[in-house]
């Protein structure tokens, strides 16, 4: 029985080994796949105005943002209870938006 039980062992060992070689060779994980999205946060007023809103250039009031971002990437925000929501872009996105959003400022 010795015999079996050691043979078994190695075999549980050859087959952490064999998993860990396989999760090396998965692409990056959850976390550092995140890094080309960008979160915006948005908190409401009971009125339905925009409280507070991440990421906001200084030279647009809160709720101009929100609309720009809303018109910008409509399939990209996600409601919450509470009179929450946020934003989930990919970075070029965020950064064509807030780009357009400097561009028309100077065009003012």
Not at 5 to 26: D, F, H, P, Y
Not at 57 to 68: A, G, I, K, N
């Amino acid at each position: 029985m010795t015999v079996g039980a050691g043979a078994q062992n190695r075999e549980a060992t050859n087959n952490v080994v064999s998993l860990t070689q396989a999760k090396s060779a998965l692409p990056a994980g959850r976390g550092e796949a995140k890094c080309d999205e960008v979160l915006i946060h948005v908190r409401f007023h009971p009125n339905a105005e925009v409280n507070t809103i991440d990421q906001c250039p200084e030279h647009l009031h809160r709720q101009d943002w929100f609309v720009r971002l809303r018109y910008g990437a409509p399939l990209n925000y996600q409601t919450f209870a509470g009179g929450r929501g946020f934003f989930r872009l990919q970075r070029s996105c965020f950064e064509a938006i807030l780009n357009q959003s400097f561009l028309s400022q100077s065009a003012e």
